[in-house]
């Protein structure tokens, strides 16, 4: 049920995002506008499957690309909402439109696939009353995603980080793995 929901949402955010470039052009939505929102999600559908037995470059590339389409489609979504109560109002040229529907989520998921890609190393220090060891070195991992996109040559990067810091206890949580293909155990 909650897939079925999260797919029924999706489709409508996809059509009013169409609806908003089609306002922008002071047209009416055609039978295709319909079928676009079902071929994107439908390619990410199949995707997720097929992610649980194939594990190579190109795979990666088409996930990630499909991961930036979703993020785009929610930022997209967020400015056609914003686009339509401002245009409501006040009638937006064309090329206001396309700036607030396509050109910030563009500028906004370039942001995040540049940041994806840099991992971060954070130092903070403070004390603990009555801690029986003057100095603990704690390395907190977080939002490792392994899976599709991170797979075995992320893991080895990020352990050769992590005894380079020389840690008394390492901890990990949220998001150790991502979606739905399988976590080697050598990884």
């Not at 199949?46 to 979703?70: C, D, E, P, Q, R």
């Not at 370039?110 to 994806?116: F, K």
């Not at 954070?122 to 060891?133: A, D, G, R, W």
Request: proline share 2%; charged share 15%.
């Amino acid at each position: 049920i909650a897939a079925i929901l999260f797919i029924i949402i999706l489709y409508g955010g996809f059509l009013l995002i169409t609806y908003a470039f089609v306002e922008t052009h002071d047209t009416k939505m055609k039978l295709i506008h319909y079928f676009i929102p079902l071929i994107i999600l439908g390619g990410t559908g199949l995707l997720v499957l097929v992610s649980k037995f194939i594990a190579n470059v190109l795979f990666t590339l088409m996930y990630t690309f499909l991961g930036f389409v979703l993020a785009m489609e929610l930022y997209m979504f967020i400015c056609a909402v914003i686009f339509l109560i401002i245009n409501a109002c006040v009638n937006l040229p064309i090329y206001v439109g396309y700036i607030i529907i396509l050109g910030i989520p563009i500028i906004i998921c370039v942001y995040g696939i540049i940041n994806v890609f840099v991992t971060k190393i954070e130092e903070h220090s403070f004390k603990v009353k009555n801690l029986e060891k003057e100095k603990v070195r704690i390395v907190h991992l977080s939002d490792l995603h392994l899976g599709a996109v991170y797979q075995k040559g992320f893991t080895e990067k990020i352990v050769k980080k992590v005894i380079e810091l020389k840690p008394d206890v390492v901890v990990i949580t949220g998001d150790l793995c991502d979606g739905t293909m399988q976590v080697l155990g050598d990884w």
